[in-house]
Nanobody, 127 residues
């Protein structure tokens, strides 16, 4: 079993940047893909980005492509989400999650592909 702990959320003005971190413990971090999701009040949880176990492959939601970058440091058991050019619609609670497989693809967008979740970190973008 893997435990995940997000950090780095906060309040930022539109156009600003934040970097989220997710520290993993338990199951060997370098053997599975990781993802970021977000959930705004009154909305369903939605896919943001995912990265393969080596970090060589990644996928993004269209709404964040070109603005957000997912990365990982397997030596530190940590996955990151660099968020630039933030918009008010990016306001949400952001969750990291661990997949049950090492690679990423279209399935990485599905919540059912993930078997461990963090508690979330709040990102608020003011306009």
């Amino acid at each position: 079993q893997v435990q995940l702990l997000e950090s780095g959320g906060g309040l930022v003005q539109a156009g600003g940047s934040l970097r989220l971190s997710c520290a993993a413990s338990g199951r060997t971090f370098s053997t599975y893909a990781m993802g970021w999701f977000r959930q705004a009040p009154g909305k369903e949880r939605e896919f943001v980005a995912a990265i393969s176990w080596t970090g060589a492959s990644s996928v993004y939601a269209d709404s964040v492509k070109g603005r957000f970058t997912i990365s990982r440091d397997n030596a530190k058991n940590t996955v990151y989400l660099q968020m630039n050019s933030l918009k008010s619609e990016d306001t949400a609670n952001y969750y990291c999650a661990a997949q049950s497989r090492p690679g990423v693809g279209s399935n990485s967008r599905r919540i059912s592909e993930y078997n461990a979740w963090g508690q979330g970190t709040q990102v608020t973008v003011s306009s």
